[in-house]
């Protein structure tokens, strides 16, 4: 059974485009809507409040172009909906924070997710992790991908010492910047939910596929389109 309805993906901005990446060239005949919220963007600083009326607006958007699967490309996003019991019609599958038991492990993220149940209980369960919410990093990475301008990774890292077994990579912006985030911690191995999610992607995907034909990517904010043609 085919099913030729899109795949949504959806961020704040450009955080989601690599897992977009990804499942594009894997699976070459689905099409895809990526939606992103720029004029909201950061969601990472955003009251309780104002970030359920932004999420449960996109969401109800999104479900406006019927797709089959809707890929919260954001931890943001994934944690919020889950704390706050959002639902969707269609099946949302999310990004969340990855952390290694008994390994010393940095979670570097937004001020949302840090502040999120998940992230707390993380940090119950877990003695040997820590945790660093990112003011403004996810901004600064859209403005490199936008004009080129690098982020002053090493000024933002300067406190921590190169003690770190893993590096996790708490919000999907971070992972544009994975190469110079392990220049900074060279000891320490990068992980990334998005690992996690683009394999629960793949599963759903291998058996609701799309007819064979050359699939289509549409993006709702024509920036994107332009960042993912340099990517
Ligand atoms: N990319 C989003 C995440 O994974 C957040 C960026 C933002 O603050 O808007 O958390």
């Known amino acids: 059974m085919y099913d030729d309805r899109c795949i949504a993906v ?4 450009a955080g989601g485009l690599n897992i977009t990446k990804r499942i594009r060239e894997r699976f070459k005949s689905e099409d895809i809507v990526y939606f992103s919220d720029r004029k909201n963007l950061p969601y990472g600083d955003k009251s309780d409040g104002e970030l359920r009326r932004i999420i449960e607006n996109n969401i109800r958007k999104i479900n406006g172009f019927c797709p089959k699967l809707i890929i919260m490309a954001c931890n943001t996003v994934s944690l919020a909906v889950r704390e706050y019991g959002i639902s969707s019609p269609v099946m949302l599958l999310g990004v969340y924070p990855k952390v290694k038991n008994n390994k010393k492990t940095l979670l570097i993220c937004t001020e949302r997710t840090a502040k999120s149940d998940c992230v707390k209980e993380l940090l119950r369960e877990n003695k040997s992790l820590t945790v660093s919410p990112q003011r403004g990093f996810a901004e600064e990475i859209e403005k490199y991908l936008a004009y080129g301008v690098l982020p002053q990774i090493k ?27 392990g220049k900074i911690f060279n000891r320490a191995e990068i992980i990334d939910g998005a690992d996690d999610t683009f394999l629960s992607a793949e599963r759903y995907l291998k058996t609701n596929p799309s007819r064979e034909k050359e699939g289509k990517i549409y993006f709702t904010d024509k920036n994107y389109e332009r960042i993912w043609a340099a990517l």
């Open 10 to 13: 959806y961020d704040s901005g």
């Open 155 to 181: 000024e933002r890292f300067k406190g921590f010492h190169d003690e770190f077994d893993f590096v996790s990579l708490g919000c999907t912006h971070y992972s544009h910047m994975k190469k110079e985030i």
